[in-house]
């Protein structure tokens, strides 16, 4: 399986973009397409509950694959975005 690999540059530690791993200046982190429901907890700063109820409530995107449920990474970003926008307007 490959595996997603991103360039870690100062501006991203400033701009306070959530990564996985521990973030180091010069240093390859390899992202994860898919987020299980404690690393998406972590990447949002969110509580469990409040995930799924905006799954139910907001379209916070997931995929289902059997029981198990996964955040696709850049979708979730994408849903950032989008509600930023929305604040701004």
């Known amino acids: ?3 997603r690999t991103i360039q870690v540059s100062r501006p ?3 701009n306070k973009n959530v990564t996985l791993e ?3 200046e010069g240093k390859q982190v390899v992202q994860p397409l898919l987020l299980n429901i404690e690393q998406a907890m972590r990447v ?3 509580g469990k509950t409040k995930i799924y109820e905006l799954i139910e409530s907001e379209g916070l995107p997931v995929i289902h694959i ?3 449920v996964r955040f696709p990474y850049t ?4 849903w950032i975005d989008e509600r930023m926008q ?4």
């Open 86 to 89: 929305q604040d701004i307007a």
């Open 44 to 46: 949002l700063s969110l």
């Open 1 to 3: 399986m490959s595996k």
């Open 12 to 14: 991203m530690i400033e």
């Open 22 to 24: 521990r973030l180091q």
């Open 66 to 68: 059997g029981k198990a």
């Open 75 to 78: 979708r979730l970003q994408q």
